[in-house]
Structure formats: structure tokens, C-alpha cells
């Protein structure tokens, strides 16, 4: 799996939007993009995963560049519930029994301030 | 919504007990996975089930055996635990629809110390 590189931490007011920046230059033509969130103390929560477009959920939107090379996750409106670590991770796709595990790197850790 | 339930939030177990974890999804999702998560060294597989009564070994397998008896069970067995085998446990489930790149869906983590 490509290795993704992404700021330690990042700090953002509250109501305004949130842009987690994933460098992954090393990705492969048919490894996905996916983005997880963990809060202290609880399991990671899936957020978004694209391909090639753009993709849009009711938590975020990924941005993709054209060459995939990097990526943004958009929280369009953050709050403090928002504050966690996120995890940028690529990951390839395809049949059969090896499923592909998810390695989970530092992150970056996201603080919404009031 | 994905549902992943583990049973236990925390646990404290002795030096040498069985320890069983249990996971419970109810998404009809026929992958499920156990991982542990230590600080510093991220989440690391331990085994994982693409069905039922199959099993296959992750990245750090030793001390650990799995049972999935039933496709919305997957449980952890340590079969004698060990102060190393302290750390947070994670179960995590995804649906074999279409490619492998359904997503993973977590439960909220068993906190194991082994004393």
C-alpha cells in the first residue's frame, strides 16, 4: 500500500471549514483513497473513500488532484465534535481472499477552537 | 448505520487467563477483522474472517486464535495472556460487494490490561 504523508496538526475555528491536506505520491492506479477519524478513546469512524472524482458525503468531501497524487478531506463546517485525529490511508482494491489491511500512519490531528 | 459491538469497553485480566473479546456487527457484512492499536505503532492486524468458519492470519497473529461461528460473530481468543497483550482492541467489519474497497466500519474498542 502507498505510503501517505499528512501534517501533524492543524488547528481551525469553529463553523468555519476544515481542508486536511494527504500527500500520496507514490499511489497506484487502482488504489483508493480513504479517510477515517478517530476521537479519543473510541474506534476510527470511516469517513469518505474515492477513486479518481471527487466525492461528497454528509460529513465531508474528497478532493482528489487529477494526477492522485494528493488529496483533501473538507469538513465544510467544523465544530468542536470535529476534534480528532484524521487518517489519510490508500489502499488496494481487488478480488479475492487477502482483503488488504488498513495501516493507520500518525495523522493529523484536527482541533476545532470556539 | 453500521453497527460494530464489542462487549467490553475495558477489561482487566491476570497474567496467564483465556481472555475472550467478542464482536458483533449487524450488517450482514461478510469481512470482519480484529486489530490492535498500541501509541506509536498504529493499528496492526491480528486475524481476519471473509466467512463463516474461515479464518486468516493478519501481521501479528502469535498468542491470538479467532472463532467465527456465526456471520455477524467474530471473537478474539488470547489463549494465555500476557502483560505485552495489554493495548486497545479494535473489530471492524466490511461487505465483500463488488471490489475490496468497501470500507471498514469500527466498533468502539475494547481497552484490555493484563496485570
Known sequence: DAKTTQPPSMDCAEGRAANLPCNHSTISGNEYVYWYRQIHSQGPQYIIHGLKNNETNEMASLIITEDRKSSTLILPHATLRDTAVYYCIVRFAHRGSTLGRLYFGRGTQLTVWP | ?115
Not at chain 2, 13 to 39: A, I, S
Not at chain 2, 74 to 81: G, P, T, V
Not at chain 2, 83 to 91: A, D, F, G, I
Open chain 2, 1 to 115: 448505520d453500521v453497527k460494530v459491538t464489542q462487549s467490553s469497553r475495558y477489561l482487566v485480566k491476570r497474567t496467564g487467563e483465556k481472555v475472550f473479546l467478542e464482536c458483533v456487527q449487524d450488517m450482514d457484512h461478510e469481512n470482519m477483522f480484529w486489530y490492535r492499536q498500541d501509541p506509536g505503532l498504529g493499528l496492526r492486524l491480528i486475524y481476519f474472517s471473509y466467512d463463516v468458519k474461515m479464518k486468516e492470519k493478519g501481521d501479528i497473529p502469535e498468542g491470538y486464535s479467532v472463532s467465527r461461528e456465526k456471520k455477524e460473530r467474530f471473537s478474539l481468543i488470547l489463549e494465555s495472556a500476557s502483560t505485552n497483550q495489554t493495548s486497545m482492541y479494535l473489530c471492524a467489519s466490511s461487505s465483500q460487494q463488488g471490489w475490496s474497497n468497501q470500507p471498514q466500519h469500527f466498533g468502539d474498542g475494547t481497552r484490555l490490561s493484563i496485570l
